[in-house]
Nanobody, 116 residues
Framework: QVQLVESGGGLVQAGGSLRLSCAASGSISGISEMTWYRQAHGKKRDLVAV???????NYRDSVKGRFTISKDNAKNTVYLQMDSLEPEDTAVYFC??????????WGQGTQVTVSS
């Protein structure tokens, strides 16, 4: 079992920044990648950014150049630095980890609201 606790969401004006954190605990030795997703109201959940154990990153097109995913292995934490936020970034952001290449665990989500 892996437990994930997200933090860092909130209300920010367009153009502002937020940093999300996701701390993992439990059976974390088998984590192969850590991912941020988001789900806007009434829409499907979309991948935002992913980072592998080797440090390879990938982003959805709409956040490239504005968001940065990173991880601190010593703290078992993954971060999402979000800059130049836009109202379209408003969503609940979820952290997810893939264990053993097949099993996913999810956090409870954190709300990000960007006002225009």
């Amino acid at each position: 079992q892996v437990q994930l606790v997200e933090s860092g969401g909130g209300l920010v004006q367009a153009g502002g920044s937020l940093r999300l954190s996701c701390a993992a605990s439990g059976s974390i030795s088998g984590i192969s990648e850590m991912t941020w997703y988001r789900q806007a109201h009434g829409k499907k959940r979309d991948l935002v950014a992913v980072i592998t154990t080797g440090g390879t990153t990938n982003y959805r097109d709409s956040v490239k150049g504005r968001f940065t995913i990173s991880k601190d292995n010593a703290k078992n934490t993954v971060y999402l630095q979000m800059d130049s936020l836009e109202p379209e970034d408003t969503a609940v952001y979820f952290c997810s980890v893939l264990v053993g290449g097949w099993k996913s665990y999810w956090g409870q989500g954190t709300q990000v609201t960007v006002s225009s």
